[in-house]
């Protein structure tokens, strides 16, 4: 694996860790982070696999188009697509007044996330 590929995996990792975090807290959960964090935990796996397969892909947020560049890689990850197009609403939605996340949806983002990610480290190999 590619060390570029590697930080960005880390990057993930940290992401889906605060987006748990956030969830499951007792004490004034944030929703909205949960949510921030479980879309950008996906946006930082897919661009890794995007990365590491030598592909480039552009600075977006918007889940749909990495998915669209790796699925010629990874055919089955089309399975993720009503997932992520969930998802790619919480990158910036939740994070300025207006709008907030519910527990509901922080924790269908935080289960989206789960599933991708499981799935990303099984194909990629990432113990």
């Known amino acids: 694996?590619?060390?570029?590929?590697?930080?960005w995996i880390d990057k993930a990792e940290s992401d889906?860790?605060?987006?748990?975090?956030?969830?499951?807290?007792?004490?004034?959960?944030?929703?909205d982070a949960a949510c921030f964090?479980?879309?950008q935990s996906v946006e930082k796996y897919f661009k890794a696999r995007l990365l590491e397969a030598e592909i480039s892909f552009p600075k977006t947020h918007d889940l749909d188009v990495l998915l669209d560049r790796i699925v010629p890689l990874e055919p089955l990850w089309e399975a993720f697509r009503s997932g992520v197009?969930?998802?790619t609403s919480f990158a910036v939605a939740f994070r300025y007044p207006g709008e907030s996340a519910t527990r509901d949806m922080a924790r269908l983002a935080v289960a989206n996330a789960k599933q991708i990610r499981e799935q990303i480290r099984m194909d990629m190999r990432i113990g």
């Not at 694996?1 to 930080?7: L, P, V």
């Not at 975090?21 to 929703?31: H, L």
Request: net charge positive.
């Open 1 to 7: 694996m590619k060390a570029n590929t590697r930080e």
């Open 16 to 31: 889906f860790t605060s987006a748990g975090r956030e969830y499951r807290a007792r004490k004034s959960p944030n929703f």
């Open 37 to 39: 964090f479980a879309q």
């Open 85 to 87: 197009s969930d998802l």
